[in-house]
């Protein structure tokens, strides 16, 4: 059940961001919650290969790669869903940021003690 309620949650981060950011469009909350479940799924089987691949540069950049490996994760994601788009890589990285910023916030509200 609290996984279902954090994807609602995603979905609801999504369709605000995409509202908020010009360079990011969301076409209806169907699509949004399409989209909170394919980053999920995305984040589970694609990030840690990502994240092995590139781990050199990542030790280089000191983490600071694993932003842009979240953004390829949202660029991703607006491949394989239609209605989701994001205009570039920059404007994956501000929404991947932005998402992070919004899941934290609305999961705390949601967190047991």
């Given at each position: ?25 969301v ?20 990030k ?56 934290s ?9």
């Open positions: 059940m609290k996984t279902l309620v954090k994807l609602l949650l995603t979905a609801i981060a999504v369709i605000v961001l995409g509202y908020l950011l010009p360079g990011v469009s076409t209806s909350f169907l699509t949004a919650l399409v989209v909170a479940v394919v980053i999920a799924l995305l984040r589970l089987i694609v840690p290969i990502l994240i092995i691949l590139t781990l050199p540069i990542t030790i280089l950049t000191f983490g600071i790669f694993l932003l842009f490996i979240n953004a390829i994760i949202i660029l991703l994601a607006g491949y394989f869903v239609s209605g989701f788009v994001v205009d570039g890589i920059w404007w994956a990285l501000i929404f991947s940021l932005l998402l992070s910023l919004f899941q916030l609305l999961f705390a509200l949601i967190k047991e003690e």
